[in-house]
C-alpha cells in the first residue's frame, strides 16, 4: 500500500516535471511556420499506434510490472529501453519485488539513489537477444552494468541466478523474461 | 571634358531603361536582397515539422526529391526513372521490372513536371505523377509510401515534355510530342528523309485515364496533331473543366537549327482541347484503333513484386474529321508556359521570346468558337482570332517570361528566365506590382497549390538553372538551386537559398497535414504476399532449382536466418530472398554481399527483397546489413561458401550452432 502510494505520487510528480520541462523548453513558436510536432522527449515519445510494441510499452502494458517500469521512470531509462536495442530484459514482477527487504524499494526510488537504482535496472538488462531456446546450463551473460548474470537450465526449467523465468514476450527492440525475483549485483 | 560628359550621357542612357523596368531596383548585392527577419521566418527549430511538402522534379537525375518548406531540408530522394543501388531499385528482382519498356531495360530518363493529384482541383495528398521526357513515360508516386507504383510507356511519341498535368479530378494524365516524328497510317515510325518533316511528321497528345480509386492508369485515347512541338499544358478548371490548354511551338515546321528556324513567326499556338467531347467521341466509336507496343508497369503492394506488361492497342481521333475538339489560339512567339488561374477563366500564355505576357480569356474562347471567329486553319484544326479570345497584354513584364503560378488572391507570378526575375502581376488589370531578382535564370517556379483551385500562397520558391557564385564551388558541376521568397505581404521578400538534385524543373508543394496522417510506418509481415516471403525465421531456408540456388532469409535486431550458407557451387545462380521481420517504424535492414555485380538492398519493415548474385570464384564470402539498424549491427553478417563445380559439398544452412539440412530440391 505504501510502496502504491509512493509510486503513484511519484509517477505523478514525474509527469508535472515531464511537461513542465517540454513546456519551458518548446522553442519560440513565433520563429517560423511550422506545424505540430512531437515533444521531442526521446525515442519512447515517439507517437506510432501501427508498429508493434517496443520493451517499454509491453512493460507499461503490464499490471504485473508496475513497481519495474516506475523503477525505469526514477532511474531514466525510459528513452533507453525504447531505443533500438535489441535488448533481454529480465524483468521481475510486482510480487518479485515486494519479497526484497521492507524498505527496500522506497529507499532506491529516493532521488539520491538514482544511480543504486540504475545499476540494479541496467543488472537486468543484457544487449543482445537471448531467446530461450538459446539458453544454456552454465551459460554466463554479461549485463549492462557490467556484472554478469548466470543461466540455468534443469528439467527444462530456465533460472536466472536462481530466479524462475516465468514467460518470455518479444518485444520489437529485443525481448522481456520475465522472473520471480530481483536480481541483485554481486 | 566634352568625352566625359558624352561618357555620362551613354551611361544615364544604358542606365535609364533598366531603372524604368525594374521600379523595385535590384540590390548590387544580393545579400542586402535579404531582409533581417528571413532566418527566423525559415528556421524550423530541431524536433519541429516543416509546414509544406515540396515534391521536386529531379530532373536528368530521373529522380523526384521531397523537401520541407519553409527549411529547405531535404529529407528524400524517391527513386523513379533511374536505378537506384542504394535501395535496390530497378536492380532487386522484384523492381527491374519497373524499368521495362518497348526499348527493353531503360534504367534511366529525364525527369521534367510534378503534377500532385487533385479532387475538385484542389490537392487531396494521394499520388504525384511525374514525366520520363526521353523515353516517353509517366510514373504514379503513392504518397503514403513515397515510392514509384506505376510507371507507364507513352505510345506514339517522343519527348514527353508537356506532361503529366492533370484534370481537376485527375481523370487524366496528358503527355505530348515535344518531338514530332514521321507516323505513317499505322503509326510506325517509316524511314523517310528528315527533310520531309512538313509532308510526314506528326505530333500527338494522349490521355492517360487514371483509376479513381486504385490511381491506375491506362491510355484511353490519344489525338493525331501536325508536327508541332508541344511543349507545356494545364488542365481547365470550373468553367473551363472540360478542356485542355497546350502550348506549341516550331509552328514554322523546322527539323533543324530550331534556335533560329522555330523563331521566325511572330506567333505559335496555344491548342484548346475539349477532352469531354473527345471522350464523347471514342465512345461512340468515333476514334481508330492502332496496333503499338508500349510497356505498362505496376508495383504489386500484396506480392511487393512489380509486373511490366506490354500492351498492344490504342485509339487515336483524328481532328481533321473530328471538328470541334481542337482549336488553335496565336500566341507570340514560341510560347513555353501554359497556365490557368484558379478561376479558370484565364489562360496565360508566355512566348519565350515575346515582350507581353498573353491572358486568353475562357469565356471569350467559347464565344470565338460559337461565332466561329476563326482567322483561318491549320492543316485542318481552326484557328482562332487573337482579338477575339484575348483577356489583354502584361505589357513589358520582363525578358523571357517562362512559367507562371498564383496566389489565388487575384495575383500571378511569372517567371523570367533571360531577366533572372519573377514578376507579379495583377491579373485582372494585368498590372506587373512588383517584381524581384532571382540568382540565377529561374526556370519553373511554385507557390504551395499554385496551379490548383485553391492556392495556399505563402511562398514562392525559384527553381534555377544557373548558380555560379551562390555556393561553395565544386568543381565545374554545381549543385542546383531553389530560392524560397516570402509573398504574405504585398512585395515579395527573398528568405533562402537551398541546394536541389538533379534540374529541378518543375515542383509542388502541399500542406504537410494532406499527407503525414497518411505516412505508412511499416508494411505488415501477415499482408506480405511476395512468393518468398518468410513470415518468420522458422520459415527461412534454402533450396535447390537446378542451377538456381534460393535463399529464403529474414533479418532481425541483428541477425540473419541463415547467417551460414554451404553448398553453393560455381556455375550456380543465388537469390538472396531477404525478408525483414522487424513491424517497428523506421528499422530497414540492409544487405551486401561481395562482388556482387548489381547493388546492395535496403528492406522495410515486412518487406522481402530479392538480390540475384552469381558467385565469380571459390571461397567463403561474408554478406552483411549495411543499415546501422541496433547496438549489435556491427554483428549482423554471414557467410555464404562457394565451392568448385561438381563438388559434393552438401547444400546446408544453420543460424547458431544447429545446422539443417536442406529439404527436397524443389
Known amino acids: ?186 | 571634358m566634352k568625352y566625359k560628359h558624352l561618357f555620362l550621357l551613354i551611361a544615364a542612357a544604358i542606365a535609364l531603361p533598366s531603372v524604368l523596368t525594374t521600379p523595385g531596383c535590384k540590390p548590387h548585392n544580393p545579400v542586402s536582397a535579404v531582409e533581417g527577419d528571413a532566418a527566423e521566418k525559415v528556421y524550423v527549430a530541431p524536433g519541429k515539422y516543416d509546414e509544406f511538402y515540396n515534391i521536386v522534379s529531379g530532373g536528368f537525375s530521373g529522380q523526384v526529391s521531397v523537401y520541407g518548406l519553409p527549411s529547405g531540408r531535404l529529407f528524400r530522394v524517391i527513386p523513379v526513372f533511374s536505378q537506384n543501388p542504394e535501395s535496390g531499385w530497378g536492380f532487386s528482382e522484384e523492381t527491374k521490372p519497373m524499368l521495362n519498356t518497348s526499348h527493353g531495360f531503360v534504367p534511366w530518363d529525364d525527369a521534367h513536371h510534378i503534377a500532385l493529384s487533385t479532387t475538385n482541383g484542389e490537392h487531396d495528398g494521394r499520388w504525384a505523377f511525374i514525366n520520363g521526357n526521353n523515353t516517353p513515360r509517366i510514373a504514379r508516386i503513392n504518397l503514403s509510401t513515397f515510392r514509384t507504383d506505376e510507371i507507364i510507356e507513352i505510345p506514339n511519341s517522343s519527348g514527353n515534355h508537356s506532361s503529366p498535368f492533370l484534370t481537376e479530378n485527375t481523370e487524366y494524365a496528358v503527355a505530348g510530342t515535344r518531338f514530332s516524328y514521321p507516323m505513317d497510317d499505322d503509326n510506325s515510325n517509316p524511314d523517310v528523309g528528315i527533310s520531309t518533316y512538313k509532308q510526314n511528321f506528326k505530333g500527338t497528345v494522349s490521355f492517360i485515364g487514371i483509376d479513381k480509386e486504385s490511381g491506375r492508369m491506362g491510355i484511353s485515347f490519344q489525338v493525331l496533331l501536325p508536327g508541332f512541338n508541344f511543349d507545356l499544358s494545364r488542365g481547365g478548371k470550373g468553367p473551363s473543366h472540360d478542356w485542355f490548354f497546350f502550348s506549341c511551338y516550331n509552328t514554322e515546321q523546322a527539323n533543324t537549327l530550331l534556335e533560329v528556324n522555330a523563331s521566325q513567326k511572330d506567333k505559335d499556338y496555344i491548342m484548346a482541347l475539349n477532352w469531354k467531347k473527345c471522350e464523347e467521341y471514342v465512345k461512340a466509336g468515333k476514334g481508330k484503333k492502332m496496333k503499338v507496343n508500349y510497356a505498362h508497369n505496376v508495383y504489386d503492394e500484396k506480392t511487393q513484386t512489380a509486373t511490366s506488361t506490354l500492351e498492344h492497342e490504342t485509339i487515336m481521333l483524328d481532328p481533321k474529321e473530328l471538328k470541334d475538339i481542337v482549336y488553335f489560339m496565336p500566341c507570340p512567339k514560341s510560347p513555353h508556359g501554359c497556365d490557368v488561374d484558379p478561376s479558370g477563366e484565364f489562360i496565360c500564355g508566355s512566348g519565350k521570346l515575346a515582350a507581353v505576357i498573353p491572358v486568353f480569356s475562357f469565356s471569350k474562347i467559347q464565344k470565338a468558337i460559337a461565332d466561329k471567329n476563326f482567322e483561318g486553319e491549320f492543316d485542318g484544326i481552326p484557328v482562332l482570332k487573337y482579338d477575339a479570345v484575348l483577356h489583354g497584354e502584361v505589357k513589358k513584364p520582363g525578358l523571357g517570361p517562362l512559367h507562371t503560378e498564383f496566389d489565388g488572391k487575384g495575383f500571378a507570378y511569372t517567371s523570367f528566365f533571360v531577366s533572372s526575375e519573377i514578376v507579379k502581376w495583377n491579373i485582372q488589370t494585368l498590372e506587373v506590382v512588383d517584381r524581384v531578382p532571382t540568382y540565377y535564370s529561374i526556370g519553373h517556379l511554385c507557390i504551395p497549390g499554385g496551379p490548383t483551385r485553391k492556392p495556399w500562397g505563402k511562398y514562392v520558391i525559384a527553381y534555377n538553372k544557373i548558380t555560379k557564385d551562390r555556393y561553395l564551388p565544386t568543381g565545374p558541376e554545381l549543385t542546383q538551386s531553389a530560392q524560397l521568397y516570402d509573398i504574405s505581404g504585398d512585395k515579395m521578400k527573398l528568405l533562402l537559398d537551398f541546394p536541389t538534385i538533379g534540374e529541378p524543373h518543375y515542383a509542388e508543394a502541399i500542406p504537410a497535414s494532406l499527407i503525414t496522417p497518411k505516412s505508412t510506418k511499416i508494411f505488415k509481415i501477415e499482408d506480405n504476399f511476395n512468393p518468398y516471403v518468410s513470415k518468420g525465421e522458422k520459415q527461412a531456408k534454402v533450396f535447390r532449382e537446378g542451377n538456381k540456388v534460393h535463399v529464403n532469409m529474414t533479418t532481425i535486431r541483428s541477425h540473419f536466418v541463415p547467417d551460414n550458407i554451404e553448398g553453393v557451387k560455381m556455375g550456380d545462380e543465388v537469390y538472396f530472398h531477404v525478408t525483414n521481420l522487424e513491424q517497428d517504424w523506421d528499422v530497414p535492414h540492409g544487405f551486401a554481399v561481395k562482388g556482387a555485380n548489381n547493388s546492395e538492398l535496403l528492406i522495410m519493415p515486412g518487406e522481402t527483397s530479392t538480390l540475384k548474385w552469381v558467385p565469380d570464384r571459390v571461397g567463403v564470402v561474408a554478406f552483411y546489413c549495411t543499415d546501422f539498424c541496433s547496438a549489435l549491427h556491427q554483428e549482423m553478417q554471414g557467410y555464404i561458401r562457394v565451392s568448385p563445380r561438381g563438388s559434393n559439398t552438401a547444400l546446408t544452412f544453420s543460424t547458431g550452432n544447429k545446422v539443417e539440412p536442406t529439404g527436397a530440391t524443389k
Open chain 1, 1 to 186: 500500500m505504501k510502496i502504491n502510494f509512493l509510486i503513484r505520487s511519484l509517477l505523478a510528480t514525474l509527469v508535472v516535471i515531464t511537461f513542465a520541462y517540454c513546456t519551458n523548453t518548446a522553442p519560440d513558436q513565433a520563429a517560423a511556420s511550422q506545424t505540430a510536432a512531437p515533444l521531442g522527449g526521446g525515442q519512447a515519445t515517439v507517437q506510432d499506434d501501427v508498429s508493434a510494441k517496443d520493451i517499454v510499452k509491453v512493460a507499461s502494458g503490464s499490471p504485473d510490472h508496475t513497481t519495474l517500469v516506475a523503477a525505469v521512470k526514477a532511474a531514466d531509462l525510459v528513452n533507453v529501453l525504447a531505443n533500438a536495442g535489441p535488448f533481454t530484459v529480465f524483468a521481475p514482477t510486482n510480487a518479485a519485488f515486494d519479497k526484497l527487504p521492507a524498505g527496500t524499494v522506497e529507499g532506491l526510488l529516493k532521488p539520491d539513489k538514482k544511480e543504486a537504482l540504475a545499476d540494479i535496472l541496467q543488472y537486468h538488462v543484457a544487449v543482445a537477444v537471448y531467446k530461450p531456446e538459446m539458453l544454456q546450463d552454465g551459460q554466463v551473460i554479461s549485463m549492462a552494468n557490467g556484472g554478469n548474470v548466470t543461466i540455468g537450465v534443469k528439467d527444462g526449467k530456465i533460472t536466472v541466478n536462481g530466479a524462475n523465468l516465468l514467460a518470455s514476450i518479444p518485444a520489437t527492440n529485443g525481448i522481456i523474461h520475465v522472473i520471480d525475483a530481483v536480481l541483485l549485483p554481486k
